[in-house]
């Protein structure tokens, strides 16, 4: 179903400048109408020490092609292009209206950087979004059983050697997400060398045990 944008609520996420994301969230609609804490602690991650160039003073971000898929209400991207990047933010076409009214919202915030919603569904043909960004973002993807092939199988045709993937996920100890959790990765061992960010370098504040955040690049 289509997010509707008639029924919405706002959430407002604090950059480390002080600056706000303006961020509008429907009370109607499926997962990718809301934001997830696992996009919250990827986004304060991308502000953090590891993300700052110190030699050119900026983060590293800037001047970059990123994609972020499954990107929701596009928080995710939205942050990455406020830090400088070239962004796509991606999701099923019913979520691009509210992306889209989030990226309008959010326009006079990105200023070095860019910021474009596209339709992307996880196992359809990537070609239109080559040459392969430098960054791939994932918050809170790992969830239904059906999706993981087409979603391992998106992020390896999108990526190159150079590729780093950030996917940031909040482990789930119900039901059948712990077997969820457990297929994506060993697919995605199969294609990438996986390194896992320890709390120590996630933001002070956002940052949560039972929220991974984990870098893939491929073998
Ligand atoms: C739990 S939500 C996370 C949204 C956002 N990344 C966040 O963390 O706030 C999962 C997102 O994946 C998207 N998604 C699910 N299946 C998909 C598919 N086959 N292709 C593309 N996106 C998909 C959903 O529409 C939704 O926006």
Redesign the pocket.
């Known amino acids: 179903m289509a997010a509707p944008i008639d029924k919405l609520f706002v959430r407002e996420f604090e950059r480390k400048d002080g600056s706000i994301l303006t961020i509008n969230q429907s009370e109607v609609g ?10 919250i602690v ?1 986004s304060c991650y991308m502000e953090t020490s590891d993300f700052y160039d110190v030699n050119a003073n900026k983060n590293i971000l800037a001047g970059k092609r990123v994609i ?6 596009g ?2 991207g939205l942050q990455a292009a406020c830090l400088g990047a070239k962004c796509t933010v ?3 076409s ?2 691009i209206p509210l992306m889209q009214l989030n990226i309008d919202a959010n326009r006079h915030m990105v200023k070095t950087g860019s910021i474009t919603a596209q339709t ?5 043909d990537i070609v239109s979004f080559l040459p392969a960004p430098d960054y791939i973002l ?4 790992i ?2 059983p059906q ?1 993981l092939e ?2 391992v199988d ?1 992020v390896v045709k999108l990526s190159s050697s150079r590729t780093i993937t950030l996917c ?1 996920y909040e482990e789930r100890t119900t039901g059948n997400k712990p077997e969820l959790e457990k297929n994506f990765f060993k697919l995605i061992h199969e294609s990438f060398t996986v390194e896992e960010i320890p709390l120590s370098r996630q933001d002070v504040t956002y940052r949560s045990p039972d929220i991974h955040i984990m870098r893939f690049t491929l073998r």
């Not at 499926?30 to 996009?39: E, K, L, T, Y």
Request: glycine share 10%.
């Open positions: 499926d997962v990718g109408c809301v934001v997830w804490d696992a996009a990827l972020e898929l499954g990107a929701g209400t928080l995710v991606t999701d099923l019913e979520f992307l569904k996880w196992g359809s994932l918050a809170d993807c969830y239904y999706s087409p979603l998106t940031c």
